[in-house]
């Protein structure tokens, strides 16, 4: 069959190379089969991270985002994701290139 969507979850920093202690779970490269959109497949898939998340001993998942993205933002804000820190550089603003949300959900215990 075709796919529908498709993830990426490994571990990471927001800030780069830190102690693993400091490590938590980041998600990229969320991406759903414009014919599978307005499904809920993007919802499930980040449900299925944060179970993960949960099962690796983590209580926080990052991603990014850029904030010309809104539907994106939409979803992870009902998801419960939050704006951590708004990331500019020279580069991006040189080439009038959006800014990079950092976004982090703490998950709940029982959450998942």
């Not at 690796?56 to 809104?70: K, P, Q, T």
């Not at 708004?86 to 959900?105: C, D, G, N, V, Y």
């Amino acid at each position: 069959g075709e796919v529908s969507g498709a993830v990426e979850l490994g571990l990471g920093s927001p800030e780069g190379s830190i102690p693993k202690q400091y490590q938590s779970t980041y998600l990229s490269n969320l991406a759903v089969n414009p014919d599978y959109r307005r499904q809920g497949i993007a919802r499930r898939l980040l449900k299925n991270c944060e179970e993960i998340t949960a099962k690796w001993g983590f209580s926080e998942i990052y991603l990014h985002v850029l904030d010309n993205n809104w539907q994106a933002q939409k979803l992870y804000k009902q998801c419960g994701y939050r704006v951590c820190r708004a990331e500019t550089s020279l580069i991006a603003w040189l080439f009038h290139q959006p800014r990079r949300l950092l976004l982090k959900k703490v998950l709940s215990p029982g959450e998942n």
